[in-house]
């Protein structure tokens, strides 16, 4: 059975993750699996410059360097263990039966890790910066990006204080993306019961207008109560979270990267300016 | 992508920086010695380690490995620039470089998988022992100031790293090389020096097409030298990416390497440079310096050109004692020690190979055919050693007459021979089962061989039926794939 995902680390973000990866279990009911990937990024760095090789100067070397190696990894594989030990302990708190729960730790690329599992996953949910970013709070993650342009399935960017989200926007523009998304919303139980909020943002939306009647009738179809939307602005982007803060949304929905590669180099990804600024946890569907 | 080329290039900018930098310091005695043995002005070697250094850097396969102008290589062109001058040798480089690429293309890096243990090492102690019959000639009919300065060079080069906080810091080749210079010219020694062996770089390298003429004349001369070039430069390199690999426990792609090295081969053809390779000494001082990532070999390659057209001056008054000293180090250093030590605990068969490696490669100058007969052995041993495992057994019921040979094990051509020997045709019977269904038949040799038996037995007027054919000769088909879908193996079989 397909399952949750949740990526775990020593960062700050690990405790969002564990709160976000228990309400999305609660509420798909799929098993959910805690994951710890030990990346191998850097090198130990006892360079010795003495630039001479001798005779068996291979073999040390190759001795010292997996010594070195192994040392940092079991220091690792113990801090990883105790990480995942705390984010059960916290998702169970939350509400989940340790039944569902696995754990999951592997010597790999996050990126190759979540493609190697890509099939099996429903949802993902990962932070928005990893260990490497702790300090600077707005910053974004060096893995996030890249995960969520690889991987086909939804991920849940969990942020800062992350609770159980009363109100969600689906941000809507006709495309194929967000008519993809838009159904997937329709279909699943991820958000049976919360209000949703449809927004269309941009100029001339009234040649949409007829899109966005039909987005409504299929998700008050699926049994959501909807609000729609307008935003007739130049700027969709600052529309978009303008609305958020006003209507107290505490989800938002979208497609994601829809646009082609050249498209996003040109005028700048929405994907890319959202994981950046979003105040609200963010839920990206391909 | 974009995730990949900052792990390849700037994960580890530091140690890089610093790494390349003393990798650099140790190429420029290696290239003007190399250039020395191929027989040109030390000038062709620095812009090849350049050229090479920086293209690859780029283009290779392998990040952190170090690849420049190599003794391997230079052993190869001796007899081209005797009789044919530089000219062809820039030519042949080209043509290296288009057939290394064309390797890449071809994935002929997947053959690396038949050359064993034993030949890599086998190859790396003859380039160690080449490397340093090379330094031979400058050590013989000179004063005995040449053999001071070259004992005093080792002994900088292997005690100054013992030197409290400056020994780990600064590379003792250098430190060697300046002190042995100073006491040349403080002294005023009448010494060889790099300055007499010919021209050294004053200026950055320029674009020049070979000046041969373009005929067929010409790729007959340098062909069977670009071809023996092509071959080596690839084995160096990959077997030095599979030693960088196991050092750092990171993976290459070797096809992309082969292509590498040809771009960047065809690359220091046409700056004047000659052909070079994947260095096993450097790549380990490398690793050692802490570098793992393409930075490092960049920043070798630009530091050795900044060095070398600022210092040129310089450079020429190294005396040659000095780099001999330096040469005897890497040659040291690229020796395997462990397989010298490892010889009792190995077997025969894997020792006879290494050894008929080195000692084919230190007659021929050339590492390409001693890995030749290095993977022949090896496979001829490996051959025998699988031959052995095929056994056959019998029962007799008395009341038909009949035996029962029942045959376990690999068949193919060397263990042929004993399956024929192994059937008793000397008894007298009526009927004769032969039960293959254990057994694999890998070749035509295989089936000739039951042929015969079958004939013999027939020609004693014993009826002879065989058992699981089929599924014992399904080896012989060269596909693997095949194998699955039994019709195709029986339309196969009912081909011959």
């Not at chain 1, 340790?98 to 949910?125: A, G, K, N, Y």
């Not at chain 2, 420029?28 to 010695?33: F, H, K, V």
């Not at chain 2, 021209?199 to 003429?213: G, M, N, R, S, Y």
């Not at chain 2, 004047?272 to 793992?292: D, E, F, P, T």
Request: proline share 3%.
């Amino acid at each position: 059975m397909s399952k949750i995902i949740a990526c775990i680390d020593g960062s700050r973000a690990a405790i969002n993750v564990c709160t976000a990866s228990a309400w999305a279990q609660q509420q798909l009911n799929a098993p959910l699996e805690l994951l710890h990937v030990l990346e191998k990024t850097d090198y130990p760095s006892e360079g010795n410059m003495s630039g001479n090789i001798g005779l068996g100067t291979r073999e040390h070397l190759l001795e010292e360097l997996a010594e070195l190696d192994g040392k940092r990894s079991r220091l690792m594989l113990e801090q990883g263990r105790f990480m995942l030990g705390e984010a059960r302990r916290q998702v169970v708190e939350a509400g989940v039966s340790s039944e569902q729960i696995s754990e999951l730790q592997r010597h790999d690329f996050l990126v190759d890790t979540l493609l190697e599992f890509e099939p099996d996953t429903r949802l993902l949910v990962m932070g928005r910066q990893g260990e490497a970013h702790d300090s600077a709070s707005d910053a974004v993650g060096s893995h996030l990006e890249n995960v969520t342009r690889t991987l086909q399935k939804p991920i849940l960017v969990a942020l800062d204080n992350f609770k159980a989200p009363e109100r969600f926007m689906l941000a809507y523009d006709g495309s194929v993306t967000a008519n993809k998304a838009l159904k997937m919303v329709a279909q699943s139980p991820l958000f049976k019961g919360i209000p949703c909020h449809l927004v269309m943002a941009g100029k001339r939306l009234e040649r949409q207008r007829e899109q966005l009647a039909n987005a409504k009738t299929m998700l008050e179809g699926a049994g959501f109560d909807v609000t729609t939307a307008e935003l007739e602005q130049e700027e969709v982007r600052a529309a978009l979270l303008a609305y958020v803060e006003e209507q107290q949304i505490d989800m938002l929905v979208m497609g994601a990267w829809g646009h082609s590669r050249i498209r996003q180099f040109l005028l700048g990804s929405m994907t890319h300016w959202m994981l950046h600024n979003s105040k609200v946890p963010l839920l990206l569907l391909r | 992508m974009l995730q990949k080329i900052k792990q390849d290039w700037f994960s580890n900018i530091r140690n890089d920086l610093l790494a390349g930098t003393v990798v650099a310091l140790a190429l420029i005695p290696e290239a003007i010695a190399f250039s020395i043995i191929a027989g040109v002005d030390p000038k062709v070697g620095l812009y090849a380690s350049f050229c090479i250094a920086v293209i690859i850097a780029f283009v290779g396969g392998r990040p952190g490995m170090i690849s420049a102008a190599t003794g391997a290589m230079a052993l190869l062109m001796v007899t081209l620039v005797k009789e044919h001058g530089l000219q062809y040798l820039l030519a042949a480089t080209l043509l290296t470089g288009v057939i290394q690429i064309l390797a890449g293309f071809l994935k002929l890096g997947d053959l690396m998988r038949f050359v064993s243990r034993s030949v890599v090492t086998g190859f790396v102690n003859a380039l160690a022992i080449l490397i340093f019959m090379a330094q031979l000639p400058e050590l013989t009919n000179v004063t005995w100031h040449v053999y001071a300065m070259t004992a005093a060079g080792l002994g900088i080069i292997y005690l100054f790293p013992y030197v409290p906080v400056l020994g780990k810091n600064l590379p003792s080749p250098l430190v060697c090389i300046i002190s042995m210079t100073a006491v040349a010219m403080i002294f005023g020694l009448d010494i060889r020096t790099v300055g007499d062996m010919g021209e050294l770089p004053d200026t950055l390298p320029i674009f020049l097409w070979p000046e041969v003429p373009l005929n067929l004349e010409t790729l007959m001369i340098i062909l069977p030298y670009s071809l023996g070039l092509a071959v080596v430069g690839l084995l160096e390199s990959l077997m030095t990416a599979n030693i960088v690999d196991e050092l750092t426990d990171t993976s290459s792609d070797r096809n992309r390497e082969c292509k590498g090295q040809g771009i960047a081969n065809i690359g220091s053809g046409l700056l004047g440079g000659m052909a070079g390779c994947a260095m096993i000494g450097q790549s380990i001082i490398n690793v050692k310096s802490g570098g793992r990532g393409r930075l490092s070999t960049f920043v070798a390659g630009l530091f050795l050109i900044i060095l070398v057209v600022f210092l040129d001056e310089w450079i020429s008054q190294i005396p040659m004692a000095a780099l001999v000293a330096v040469m005897i180090m890497v040659s040291i250093g690229t020796f395997s020690w462990a397989s010298i030590r490892d010889l009792k605990k190995h077997p025969m068969s894997t020792n006879v190979v290494m050894i008929a490696t080195v000692a084919v490669v230190v007659a021929t100058h050339n590492l390409a055919i001693g890995v030749f007969v290095g993977v022949l052995l090896a496979s001829l041993f490996f051959a025998n050693k699988v031959g052995q495992h095929m056994a056959i057994r019998s029962h007799k019921d008395d009341a038909s007459a009949t035996r029962t040979y029942i045959v376990v094990g690999q068949v193919f051509f060397t263990s042929a021979e004993k399956f024929i020997t192994s059937f008793d045709f000397k008894e007298a019977l009526d009927k004769v089962v032969i039960d293959l269904s254990q057994a694999h038949f890998w070749d035509i040799t295989a089936v000739g061989s039951l042929d015969k038996v079958v004939l013999k037995f027939r020609r004693e007027g014993v009826e002879v039926d065989v058992i699981g054919l089929n599924e014992a000769s399904r080896t012989i088909v060269d596909k693997q794939a095949i194998h699955n879908k039994p019709e195709a193996v029986e339309k196969f079989m009912s081909g011959h």
